[in-house]
T-cell receptor, first 110, second 114 residues
Framework: QKEVEQNSGPLSVPEGAIASLNCTYS??????FFWYRQYSGKSPELIMS????GDKEDGRFTAQLNKASQYVSLLIRDSQPSDSATYLC??????????FGKGTTLSVSS | ETGVTQTPRHLVMGMTNKKSLKCEQH?????MYWYKQSAKKPLELMFV???????ENNSVPSRFSPECPNSSHLFLHLHTLQPEDSALYLC?????????????FGPGTRLLVL
């Protein structure tokens, strides 16, 4: 059974701090990794995708992938109240469907 | 959200009703998906269509019946549902089924089965 694990939270950080969201996956041959953000009552929207080991930066967001440890993370710098949402980690390999984690709820206080 | 649209946005139905959910994508994609999202559970993949052909049925009960008449439209026909089927039903699309393909989600249909 392929699994994607996330701490459900809530993760609470003050405005301006760095939020660190973590995800582990069980299928060692996974090839693609995605972070989606989902506001309450809304559908998921893609934040970042990463396919190779290392860091990938996009504005205030940095995704980090370590395939040896089967670990992917999302860092949000200068967190804003508008970042408060549930963050979903998703993983897949060739020819298979995305496997989603349950999500981590982030709360940024002003 | 205008790339993938879903109707209705909210639906209340009895266990003996028959209803259909509609999804339309305006992105020129070839793959479409139905997901179920229940409280405190991960997104669950239900069905996958690629170039109008169903490629995955994730052990979904027969009371859910998908239909994909073309690459832009996807339906989910519902009949004799149970209260535990109440959830957010999300449609998504992607260019195709390659491993790096990003999926784009519609706004979802919030379903309540009484």
């Amino acid at each position: 059974q392929k699994e994607v694990e996330q701490n459900s939270g809530p993760l609470s950080v003050p405005e301006g701090a760095i939020a660190s969201l973590n995800c582990t996956y069980s299928d060692r041959v996974s090839q693609s990794f995605f972070w989606y953000r989902q506001y309450s009552g809304k559908s998921p929207e893609l934040i970042m995708s990463i396919y190779s080991n290392g860091d990938k930066e996009d504005g205030r967001f940095t995704a980090q992938l370590n395939k040896a440890s089967q670990y992917v993370s999302l860092l949000i710098r200068d967190s804003q109240p508008s970042d408060s949402a549930t963050y979903l980690c998703a993983v897949n390999q060739a020819g298979t469907a995305l496997i989603f984690g349950k999500g981590t709820t982030l709360s940024v206080s002003s | 959200e205008t790339g993938v649209t879903q109707t209705p946005r909210h639906l209340v139905m009895g266990m003996t009703n028959k209803k259909s959910l509609k999804c339309e994508q305006h992105l020129g994609h070839n793959a479409m998906y139905w997901y179920k999202q229940s409280a405190k559970k991960p997104l669950e993949l239900m069905f996958v269509y690629n170039f109008k052909e169903q490629t995955e049925n994730n052990s979904v009960p027969s009371r859910f019946s998908p239909e994909c008449p073309n690459s832009s439209h996807l339906f989910l026909h519902l009949h004799t549902l149970q209260p535990e089927d109440s959830a957010l039903y999300l449609c998504a699309s992607s260019q195709d089924r390659t491993v790096q393909e990003t999926q784009y989600f519609g706004p979802g249909t919030r379903l309540l089965v009484l």
